[in-house]
């Protein structure tokens, strides 16, 4: 499986944990598993990006999917939901960077940070809950 989702509802949050090969059919398919169902849009998002090594995605693709996908999330224009991209090695931050500087002319509320204890202190959730 190229993802897992995990919900933890007393924090209003959402976690993907993706798999160390990231392909379009995988994070299309996550895509559709995290807005699909039971679906709340005001349930911020972590992306956990720390076990992915391999990207094989294209520019043409990745950008707009990501927008479509925080665009139906509600961005901020719900509760404030915020999307926070965990990713420790230098590829994985990087192409979230990209995504980033791709929606930096939004008001959208996202982060791109290396460090779990810093994601966790963003979106007010105790690290110990996270897990590791």
Excluded: C
Aim: overall charge negative; proline content about 2%; aromatic content about 8%.
């Amino acid at each position: 499986m190229a993802f897992v989702v995990r919900v933890i509802a007393s924090h209003r949050l959402r976690i993907i944990t993706f798999a160390e090969k990231v392909d379009e059919a995988g994070l299309i398919a996550a895509s559709n598993q995290l807005i699909g169902g039971d679906y709340d849009p005001s349930f911020d998002v972590l992306a956990d990006l720390r076990a992915t090594k391999v990207f094989t995605l294209e520019s043409a693709t990745v950008m707009p999917r990501l927008a479509e996908l925080y665009q139906v999330a509600g961005g901020d224009k719900q509760r404030g939901a915020r999307i926070v991209f965990l990713a420790t090695s230098d590829l994985a931050f990087g192409i979230a960077r990209m995504y980033g500087a791709y929606r930096e002319s939004t008001r959208d509320r996202l982060k791109v940070t290396r460090s779990l204890a810093e994601a966790a202190e963003w979106l007010g959730v105790p690290l110990e809950e996270l897990g590791e």
